[in-house]
T-cell receptor
Framework: KAGVTQTPRYLIKTRGQQVTLSCSPISGHRSVSWYQQTPGQGLQFLFEYFSETQRNKGNFPGRFSGRQFSNSRSEMNVSTLELGDSALYLCASSFTPAPTDTQYFGPGTRLTVL | GDSVTQMEGPVTLSEEAFLTINCTYTATGYPSLFWYVQYPGEGLQLLLK?????DKGSNKGFEATYRKETTSFHLEKGSVQVSDSAVYFC????????????FGKGTMLLVSP
């Protein structure tokens, strides 16, 4: 079974631009979560989606948004990029959004903002 | 709110040494607990998990026991290998019915031959 895939793997943008990251979950998984990983703040939760609905959102500004499609694929968008948005963005999928269900992570998208 | 505290690294060991990485948590109720591992340039891989008190998770020689009384989930391995060099993250699940994970800061393990 194929794992979680994220595209693109690497991105370089400049301040003020916007970016869209994509995540394809494991086949059959309907829950998708996004995390931001930085050296300073570690791993921080961004969003959780299930059946095209955002169920939970982390403490990030409104510049960060996301959505989930009917095939469970998910995208996240960051508008008006800032230098501090440089990070590894990780997507995770699970069969259900139950707290006991294992989340499987993709390789991440490395975003660099210049 | 929920939080996870891990011992700071790096932890430097020789091959075949015994490994312990401490993890304690703060949460109301009974969260599920996880250990994830991240190899250089990669995403996170689930190493093991425990969903209720006194459960022991195990995988690839690693073990951790869910201790409710001490709010701990320490990771152990009897004999580490060079290939175990990675960053290890302890995490707990949200208890409000979400799959949100709260992570510790991570502990880097370096194993030398």
């Amino acid at each position: 079974k194929a794992g979680v895939t994220q595209t693109p793997r690497y991105l370089i943008k400049t301040r003020g631009q916007q970016v869209t990251l994509s995540c394809s979950p494991i086949s059959g998984h309907r829950s998708v979560s996004w995390y931001q990983q930085t050296p300073g703040q570690g791993l921080q939760f961004l969003f959780e989606y299930f059946s095209e609905t955002q169920r939970n959102k982390g403490n990030f500004p409104g510049r960060f948004s996301g959505r989930q499609f009917s095939n469970s694929r998910s995208e996240m968008n960051v508008s008006t990029l800032e230098l501090g948005d440089s990070a590894l963005y990780l997507c995770a999928s699970s069969f259900t959004p139950a707290p006991t269900d294992t989340q499987y992570f993709g390789p991440g998208t490395r975003l660099t903002v210049l | 709110g929920d939080s996870v505290t891990q011992m700071e690294g790096p932890v430097t060991l020789s091959e075949e040494a015994f490994l312990t990485i401490n993890c304690t948590y703060t949460a109301t109720g009974y969260p599920s607990l996880f250990w994830y591992v991240q190899y250089p340039g990669e995403g996170l891989q689930l190493l093991l998990k425990a969903t209720k008190a006194d459960d022991k998770g195990s995988n690839k020689g690693f073990e951790a026991t869910y201790r409710k009384e001490t709010t701990s989930f320490h990771l152990e391995k009897g004999s580490v290998q060079v290939s175990d060099s990675a960053v290890y993250f302890c995490a707990l699940s949200d208890q409000r019915g979400y799959s949100t994970l709260t992570f510790g800061k991570g502990t880097m393990l370096l194993v030398s031959p």
